[in-house]
């Protein structure tokens, strides 16, 4: 019985290919960690115990099947330890900005209302936490190099902390915006290190962001799809 389970298990193993409604998904084993090995899922990918193992890892890219998805991911290599420097430097902005400040709003009846008042980031933006989980998203991808230019398109207010955590981690940014914009949001993100490219069609500005992302081989964030 013994045998017979240990055949069946690797028989399951060995089932590493297998077709779910027409597409190709492929098993990997896990490797175990014991708890106190546990990291974040980018620190995880961007270290190694291994010394012999390279400094760089290759980037994940995004399957051309998803072809009504018009964002783009370069398939480059990654250096893993500018990588784990980058996380650092996002989850360090993580604990400053979790103690915004709670603000609570006088009203007449039983309910207590508390707000939190987001203009306290750095940015001045609301936009802020999500421009930072975007840039951890493409991290743990391996979508956004050292050299990686991140391309955006916005109507402006996530733009500017998408520019602020871009100059923090030393990358170039593009904002794709209406040409209507108003100057206040143009500066906010040039005051952050970022260029505007500004459109005349307003509904263009994801299509326009793409195609940058695709000529100058860089990483369109695309928060319309990621949010």
């Known amino acids: 019985r013994h045998g017979v389970s240990k055949r069946r298990q690797r028989g399951a193993a060995d089932a590493g290919t297998r077709a779910v409604s027409g597409i190709t998904a492929i098993r990997t084993p896990v490797p175990s960690m014991a708890a106190e090995e546990v990291l974040p899922p980018c620190a995880a990918a961007a270290s190694s115990s291994d010394p012999a193992a390279s400094s760089t890892i290759p980037a994940m890219s995004r399957s051309s099947t998803a072809g009504h998805l018009i964002d783009h991911h370069p398939a ?20 400053r900005s979790a103690d915004t400040h709670l603000m609570k709003l006088p009203l007449s009846g039983p309910v207590d209302l508390y707000l939190k008042d987001e203009s306290t980031h750095p940015t001045g933006s609301l936009k802020h936490r999500l421009a930072r989980s975007l840039f951890l998203y493409a991290l743990c991808n391996g979508w956004i190099g050292p050299a990686t230019t991140v391309v955006e398109a916005s109507s402006g207010s996530t733009a500017v902390s998408e520019a602020y955590f871009a100059r923090l981690l030393g990358v170039p940014f593009i904002a794709v915006m209406s040409r209507a914009t108003s100057p206040a949001k143009i500066a906010l993100i040039e005051r952050e290190g970022g260029r505007c490219h500004l459109i005349d069609d307003a509904a263009a500005v994801s299509e326009v962001a793409a195609r940058l ?3 100058l081989d860089g990483h369109f964030l695309d928060q319309f799809t990621y949010a």
């Open 76 to 95: 480059t290599a990654i250096d893993r330890n500018w990588t784990a420097l980058a996380v650092r430097r996002l989850e360090a902005d993580a604990r």
């Open 213 to 215: 992302a695709r000529e």
